[in-house]
């Protein structure tokens, strides 16, 4: 553990901004329309070539655009995958609960589906890192290893909120928060029935796309279907004052477990800075972050973690050098292993 944690220090003391987007085109259309589940359709997208293939996996909302400076990048190495999960981005809207049972479904359904050779490198964001686990622990034929990008993880909102309590944030500001996140999941359900063209709030700019990518982005946000698909992967995470939420009791009745597969943890180097509360709080909550994903790292022998410095939440953004060096890592690894 402490040699796997050394050497990935080193690879990422070399990080750098150099990574250069892929073509907007590639991301401008739907790549392969893989068909899941009868007739509905999955939006993958592939270039490189080698083995494993690498899955990117993107945050809750998000879809397959967020990775492009990293894929091509990853694609010069082996062969490299993004998808949209079903309602985002190119790919058709499931029926039903997009929580993590189902989205693990799709997942598992779209590499048989697209013949992809088993098993791969899962890369996942945010709360992709709650269904890397669930893939894991229900197909771990599928996975060859996985690199996690500042992700979710089990209990993560209490664990942040006892934290800052702990510290002396008061128990209102949490409530307050976590009834904020709850009202969103709910504005997104009102969005998708209000007619075109909606408010700002409902499908939002993303400055760090060129025009062209946010305003396919934006369409793509605006569908009634993608709001409720939002919705839905918002409302299976969150946890209510008097009921743990979804996806942490499909994580628990699964108990994921990376034996000796690679598993390399990335987490955002700068601070949450939540409103309301003192740098002393702000840094006990942070530690609390830093420590879910300790925990996870420690669900493989080959388990790392590495704070990148000068990141936010998308490290794929702010320092894809970072990401790219750590599936770099994670595919060699797996070549090796």
């Not at 091509?72 to 998808?83: D, F, H, N, S």
């Not at 050779?117 to 890369?123: C, E």
Request: proline share 6%; glycine share 8%.
């Amino acid at each position: 553990m402490r040699l796997r944690t050394a050497l990935a220090a080193l690879v990422l003391a070399t990080v750098s901004a150099a990574a250069a987007p892929v073509s907007d085109e590639s991301y401008l259309h739907p790549g392969q329309l893989v068909t899941v589940d009868g007739s509905r359709r999955l939006n993958l997208s592939c270039m490189g070539r080698g083995s494993p293939t690498v899955l990117f996996d993107s945050g809750r909302g998000d879809g397959a655009l967020v990775w492009r400076l990293v894929q091509g990048e990853v694609a010069k190495l082996t062969r490299a995958c993004v998808y949209d999960r079903a309602g985002i981005g190119f790919s058709d809207p499931r029926q039903g609960e997009s929580d993590a049972k189902a989205i693990v479904a799709d997942l598992h359904a779209l590499l048989m589906a697209a013949k992809i050779r088993t098993p791969i490198l899962y890369v996942g964001h945010s709360i992709a890192g709650l269904y890397g686990l669930l893939l894991q622990a229900t197909y771990p034929r599928d996975l060859a290893g996985a690199v996690l990008i500042d992700p979710s993880f089990a209990n993560q909102l209490d664990s942040m909120s006892a934290a800052g309590i702990a510290a002396g944030a008061p128990q209102a500001l949490a409530d307050a928060m976590l009834a904020g996140f709850h009202a969103e999941a709910r504005r997104m359900k009102e969005c998708a029935a209000l007619p075109a063209p909606l408010p700002g709030d409902c499908a939002k700019s993303d400055s760090r796309l060129p025009p062209a990518l946010d305003a396919l982005n934006q369409a793509q946000r605006s569908r009634p279907s993608y709001l409720l698909t939002h919705a839905s992967e918002y409302e299976s995470f969150l946890p209510s004052k008097e009921h743990e939420n979804a996806d942490q009791k499909e994580l628990e009745a699964a108990a994921a477990n990376f034996g000796d597969k690679p598993l390399i943890v990335l987490t955002r180097g700068t601070s949450w800075n939540f409103p309301g509360i003192t740098p002393e709080q702000n840094a006990a909550v942070d530690q609390a972050w830093k420590a879910g994903h300790d925990r996870l790292a420690a669900l493989s022998t080959h388990g790392s973690n590495t704070v990148v410095p000068g990141s936010g939440h998308y490290i794929h953004y702010d320092q894809p050098q970072a990401v790219i060096d750590a599936v770099k890592q994670a595919v060699m690894e797996i070549r090796g292993h």
